[in-house]
């Protein structure tokens, strides 16, 4: 195996690994920004009056 076949290997085995803790952040992002940042604004809305 040569050292370029090597690194591809290595390449797709990462991005296999990655990809889960990707999909992860991203519903975590979704989340924050569709429920839990309109209930922070919303608290602060009502102490800021």
């Given amino acids: ?15 296999k690994k990655i990809k889960p803790i990707e999909d992860k952040a991203n519903n975590i992002e979704l989340l924050l920004e569709n429920n839990v ?3 922070i604004q919303n608290i602060e809305a009502f102490y800021t009056i």
């Fill in 37 to 39: 940042i309109p209930r």
């Fill in 1 to 15: 195996m040569t050292d370029n076949e090597l690194l591809l290997a290595m390449s797709e085995m990462m991005d």
